[in-house]
């Protein structure tokens, strides 16, 4: 307007001094039909100003708008990244000590078996002892015993002592329980890796959640160091069970962190409505991907 405003009173007064020449007299109806005319363009030209004006004003907010909303998306990310990070830490501690205090009860169990075999075989030494002293005075009354009967004319006695013994067995070493007590930390160990993995695929594939239902970049053009690392069930389609698999990458203009999901071209087959291509890269929807993809078939 500033620049505007003086060019449209030096075109007023140029048509005022125009028509005064021409001899049309202010107040005369082919002055007002020229002025008229004038302030129509003047109007126009005021009008078309201030819709550029607004549009400018619009497109600048806008700009301003995704940007502050690219910095949140991106300090969320960068937040849920360290907390999927001291999650994953805190799991692995847990599984270590878990390991630690199932190897920890399996040396109490060998120990508490070994104990159980020494007293065994002190047992057993006691009874042969017993055994041998019970054989000994056999041997020294068995010569009374004759002599007795003997001087009184009675029978002569059989001599009596245990010779069983007291029947202690050693215990032998419980192979099958150790086999299972393997096992069962085998189990054990299973289980928490699959409960780490479940952790870490329902972080990230929850990101769109938080993010209010964004894109996610997944596209294989845009990544390296690609690595397979499993293959989960999806959805069934034309009734066929499919599969998607799982990999581990980096970007390729990223800050070198290794991540972990889809790619877009493999959710493509099964789901096109959870991938979007903008600027020529593939997004996936991962709100749709845990929806549609991943649920029970």
Known sequence: MDRM???LARERGNIEQRLADQGIRYG????????????RQSNDARFGAISQAGSEQQRMMDMAAQRAGFQNQAQQQTYDQAMGRGSFANQAAGQQFQQNAALGTFENAGLAQQLQQEQA???????????????????????????TALMSGSQVKDPNFNAGGSGAQIPTTDYAGIVNQNFQNQMGIYGS????????MGGLLGLGGKLGGAAIMSDRRVKKDVDRIGTVFAASVDGERKKLPIYEWEYKNGDGERRVGPMAQDVEKIDRGAVTERQGVKHIYPERVMGSILRAA
């Open 5 to 7: 405003n003086p060019q």
């Open 28 to 39: 005369s109806q082919a002055y007002a039909s020229a002025m008229d005319d004038y302030n």
């Open 121 to 147: 075989g002190f047992n057993a030494q006691n009874a042969q002892r017993s055994q041998y002293m019970g054989e000994q005075y056999a041997q020294r009354n068995q010569p009374l015993n004759e002599i």
């Open 193 to 200: 890796q699959m409960q780490n993995w479940n952790s870490t």
